[in-house]
């Protein structure tokens, strides 16, 4: 029997954005991208570009996999 997985996507950026003595608005205006961009993307309601995500790891001096954390839910998988 198959089914669909629902793929979670969390972050890290929050954390790393605190601790780093950053506002949402710091880092946007370092981004180059908005500050509901931020918000979006530490609320769990946008998965950024590959470019953004890079971006965001060379900003911090980590890896992508540092900051973003893929995985899979299956307590609402369709079957």
Do not use: C
Request: hydrophobic content about 40%; glycine content about 6%.
């Amino acid at each position: 029997m198959s089914f669909w997985r629902i793929t979670i996507m969390k972050n890290r950026l929050e954390e790393l954005r605190k601790n780093a003595g950053l506002t949402q608005d710091m880092l946007a205006e370092e981004l180059e991208v908005s500050r509901q961009t931020i918000g979006s993307l530490e609320n769990g309601r946008y998965n950024p570009s590959i470019l953004l995500a890079f971006k965001l790891a060379h900003f911090f001096g980590v890896t992508v996999e540092d900051i973003f954390l893929y995985g899979e839910d299956n307590s609402n998988a369709i079957k």
